[in-house]
Structures are given as C-alpha cells and as structure tokens.
C-alpha cells in the first residue's frame, strides 16, 4: 500500500506551498524542514504550520526554483514520489 505523505503544491515564482502530512503535528520534523531550507541560496522565508503540516517557501526565483526545493523535501522524506496536486 502506498501512503501519499506530500498532499498538494501551488507554486509561483518566487512562493512555493506545499502541504506534508509527515510534517502535520511534528515540531521536531518541522523544525529541521526548516533549517534545511534555510540553508539554501535563494531561499528568504520558510514558514512551516506543524499543526496542518503546511510549508509556505519565500524564494528568489533566479536563484532557485520550485523543483530543487522539492527534491529537497523528497531526500528528507516529506514527500514520496511526487504524490501531489498541482493547484492552479
């Protein structure tokens, strides 16, 4: 059985929103989300909600895009696989 742990993503350049269901109720988690993204050039802001496991991304869009934050989130286990809707 697969278990969809990343559950939508809207982006426009320069603000990215995911929501994470591992994230949903783990501050720990949330915690280090955080500073991993942080951690990256381009990325200004990262607010994380542990209470919806809601990640709201503030970037530089010419510096980073969308898909490098996302395959960091894939690498730490916060979403699988791409299992996500793209809203419009």
Known sequence: MEVRVMFYMHNV??????????????????????????????IGVVEI???????TVYYNHKAVNHEDIIS?????????????CILG
């Open 13 to 42: 350049p320069g603000r990215l929103r995911i929501g994470s269901k591992i994230l949903k109720g783990n501050h720990f988690a949330a915690d280090l989300v955080r500073k991993a993204l942080s951690a990256i050039p381009g």
């Open 72 to 84: 960091l989130l894939e690498r730490m286990g916060c979403c699988a696989g791409r299992q996500y």
């Open 49 to 55: 909600n542990p209470l919806t496991g809601g990640i």
